[in-house]
């Protein structure tokens, strides 16, 4: 990079010394009696509707033609900058700035734009991250990418918070994290040299996912000396619950309550303890859901949950008859973590009470606990 800095170095200086007079700059953008002009190129030809302008002053500048040629006229001698920008449809945009010192009629003949950056679409979204990437600019003068993020498509270098910057030109990928559940979220990449922007990228969202409190929930991962569900533990009358591969809802593994008559009346229970405290949001609302299948001629049963942390938080039953035997259907419970409760972590426990005496088998599969 020192090369490339030191050669743009050198071009910045033979560009103020050819325009360069005499007498100094003075910074006047007062009336003048000069002209500067020039002929802008993007990506090898000729760019037409580039906004080009001296001093940032409203009445000294001049939008490219079909050619790229730009003519300011009245300008007062002295040093300028010149500003040449160029929007696209999709909110990119690429520009450059001269510093000028002008005397006379000064022509300044071809001046290439940068390639403007394109921000890919959201990749790897997750519930809290995502990955950003970007295609490589062609400026030579190149000092860094600066990635903003917003919350609205309103996004720019004043309302966006800066969240990574990089200095290696084909460094060009970056996953923002520690973001919000279920929250849209917007990007945008510029390009600068050292004396400012060389351009803006298009802007790109994405909504991050839901929030999946519980691990494992849909009993893929088992525990190899167990055999059970890993995160998970059965208690209660534990000989009857058993992990079965067949017929799961989704996936080859759910967790099957195997009841036989005699066992009326009593609980059996699934719970995931050490949910760390931090993964609730307090006063946020939570659906815990999940997906069942009973078959047996039993069809009272109650699925209970209990979310615990010092003491119990919530705690809920249902009674469920299926719409009909052996069918997947799904039960779902609502919801708040109260305000002021500060667990040294939190456990979630899922039972089940049969109420008939008979045989019955209920599977159960993709627990999800999601704010
Ligand atoms: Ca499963």
């Keep these: 990079m020192k090369t490339a800095f030191h050669s743009i170095t050198i071009v910045m200086l033979i560009f103020t010394a050819a325009y360069t007079t005499s007498c100094g700059g003075s910074n006047d953008s007062s009336v003048g009696n000069f002209q500067v002009s020039g002929r802008i190129f993007y990506q090898g030809q000729p760019l037409e509707g580039a906004q080009t302008v001296i001093d940032g002053t409203a009445n000294?500048?001049?939008?490219?033609?079909?050619?790229?040629?730009?003519?300011?006229?009245?300008?007062?001698s002295g040093d300028h900058e010149l500003n040449i920008l160029k929007s696209f449809g999709n909110e990119a945009f690429t520009e450059r700035s001269y510093s000028i010192a002008v005397n006379n009629d000064t022509d300044m003949k071809t001046l290439e734009l940068p390639g403007a950056v394109d921000l890919n679409e959201p990749q790897d979204v997750g519930s809290e991250s995502m990955l950003l990437s970007w295609s490589f600019t062609d400026a030579q003068d190149f000092r860094e990418?600066?990635?903003?993020?917003?919350?609205?498509?309103?996004?720019?270098?004043?309302?966006?918070?800066?969240?990574?910057?990089?200095?290696?030109?084909?460094?060009?990928?970056?996953?923002?994290?520690?973001?919000?559940p279920l929250s849209e979220y917007f990007y945008r990449v510029y390009v600068m040299n050292n004396f400012g922007r060389l351009g803006g990228s298009n802007i790109v969202s994405a909504t991050t996912l839901n929030l999946n409190v519980i691990q494992n929930g849909n009993f893929e991962q088992i525990d190899s000396s167990s055999g059970f569900a890993r995160q998970w533990t059965a208690y209660g009358f534990t000989e009857d619950i058993v992990m079965e591969e067949?017929?799961?809802?989704?996936?080859?593994?759910?967790?099957?309550?195997?009841?036989?008559?005699?066992?009326?009346?009593?609980?059996?229970?699934?719970?995931?303890?050490?949910?760390?405290?931090?993964?609730?949001?307090?006063?946020?609302?939570?659906?815990?859901?999940?997906?069942?299948?009973?078959?047996?001629?039993?069809?009272?049963?109650?699925?209970?949950?209990?979310?615990?942390?010092?003491?119990?938080?919530?705690?809920?039953?249902?009674?469920?008859?299926?719409?009909?035997?052996?069918?997947?259907?799904?039960?779902?419970?609502?919801?708040?973590?109260?305000?002021?409760?500060?667990?040294?972590?939190?456990?979630?426990?899922?039972?089940?009470?049969?109420?008939?005496?008979?045989?019955?088998?209920?599977?159960?599969?993709?627990?999800?606990?999601?704010?």
């Design 60 to 76: 000294l500048r001049d939008t490219t033609d079909s050619d790229g040629l730009f003519t300011i006229t009245d300008v007062a």
């Design 246 to 371: 067949n017929d799961c809802y989704e996936g080859s593994h759910c967790v099957l309550y195997d009841i036989g008559a005699e066992n009326d009346g009593r609980e059996y229970w699934i719970e995931q303890t050490d949910i760390a405290p931090d993964i609730f949001v307090k006063g946020a609302r939570y659906l815990l859901s999940g997906r069942y299948k009973l078959s047996g001629s039993g069809s009272d049963i109650s699925f209970y949950y209990i979310l615990r942390g010092d003491e119990d938080i919530s705690n809920e039953w249902d009674n469920t008859h299926p719409s009909q035997e052996g069918v997947w259907e799904e039960v779902s419970f609502e919801f708040t973590i109260p305000q002021g409760e500060s667990p040294s972590n939190y456990q979630l426990m899922l039972g089940l009470i049969k109420w008939t005496e008979s045989d019955i088998q209920l599977w159960i599969d993709n627990l999800s606990l999601e704010k």
């Design 145 to 180: 990418y600066k990635l903003y993020r917003h919350t609205s498509s309103g996004l720019d270098e004043t309302t966006g918070t800066l969240v990574h910057v990089s200095t290696e030109i084909d460094a060009v990928t970056f996953t923002d994290k520690d973001l919000e």
